[in-house]
């Protein structure tokens, strides 16, 4: 999958998970998501593009090194919505465990959708 297919496939799995948040606000008489849900959302959108960014180059280079560059990303993926994760409870005093539910479901559904890409990318290889 070229980076422009994934960038194309990218937007339209983003932006299908903020209509569902938004109807998901939209719809309960009280505020479910937490604060500032939106700069969360954009900031988990960008780690993963910059993570499927570096993978998909390491891919491209081949050999040992497409190894290292998707476990490094993930890794680094990782690390970084962690401490996004510290930063914001540090700062906006919100419920937690709204905010666990909302913070990892928002990482694991970007990690699903960006490891099933670089598995595309993968099965590729293996039929030339």
Known sequence: ???PRFLLF???FTIILGLIA???ESITP???LIPKFW???????????AAYAASDAGIKKGGELSVFAIL???TIKLLF?????LVYLLKI???STFFALQFFSLYFLFTVFEVICLLRNLRLQNKT
């Open 93 to 95: 005093k919100a419920n």
């Open 81 to 85: 919505a962690m401490g996004l994760a």
């Open 39 to 49: 700069v969360v959302f954009g900031a988990q959108a960008g780690i993963t593009l």
């Open 1 to 3: 999958m070229s980076f």
């Open 72 to 74: 490094g990303a993930i």
């Open 10 to 12: 990218f937007c339209l």
């Open 30 to 32: 009280q505020t479910v």
């Open 22 to 24: 938004y109807g998901i």
